[in-house]
């Protein structure tokens, strides 16, 4: 009986640890697409926590050059090496907005391989001053002014483009 307990323990530990990465509901998923600097953007999750808007975005590193100075950075700042820091693949943020959807503060940001293992992370909660929310004024055109319309339930990430007519034929 002891042995069949364990056995249960190392394979549900196994299971934990082999699925790293959080898995999200693909109905909610949008791809936002390219930004001004090359970066591939996908919105993965959104919704409110209690009266608190909120939306996951994810970064892919399509531009060398920016994910060169990220793993700079992760290695200078944070002391990764560079063999963890050199398998960055993408980073997901996290965002939160009044109310109103008239501003933002960042609530983590968290940098992955590509099989989906933190390499490092920073969440805004407060608890110390380097931790604080800073809430800013949302851009539209920027990657959490498209999301915010999907946190406050304003847009559907599922929704489809209307149908197109078939052209009408002239006789």
């Known amino acids: 009986m002891k042995k069949a307990v ?3 323990l190392l394979l549900a530990a196994a299971v934990g640890i082999a699925v ?3 898995a ?7 791809n936002f697409g390219q930004d001004h600097i ?4 996908y919105l993965l999750d959104y919704g409110k926590e209690g009266d608190v808007p909120f939306a996951v975005t ?3 590193y399509t531009n060398n050059s920016v994910k060169q100075q990220t793993i700079d950075l992760l290695m200078s700042k944070y002391s990764i ?3 963890v820091a050199g398998a960055l693949y993408f980073t997901e943020y996290r965002y939160e907005y009044t109310p109103d959807g008239k501003k933002f503060a960042v609530t983590y940001l968290k940098h992955y391989d590509m099989l989906g293992n933190e390499i ?3 969440v805004y909660d407060g608890s110390s001053e380097a931790t604080q929310k800073a809430f800013l004024a949302v851009d539209p055109k920027s990657v959490p002014g ?3 319309g999907y946190a406050l339930g304003k847009a559907n990430a599922a929704a489809k483009a209307p149908a197109r007519k078939a052209p009408v034929k002239k006789k």
């Open 146 to 148: 498209k999301a915010v």
């Open 58 to 60: 994810r970064k892919y």
């Open 38 to 41: 090359k970066m591939q953007w």
């Open 81 to 83: 090496s560079p063999e």
């Open 20 to 22: 790293p990465a959080q």
């Open 24 to 30: 999200w509901d693909p109905a909610k998923q949008k």
């Open 120 to 122: 490092y992370g920073t």
């Open 6 to 8: 364990l056995f249960v």
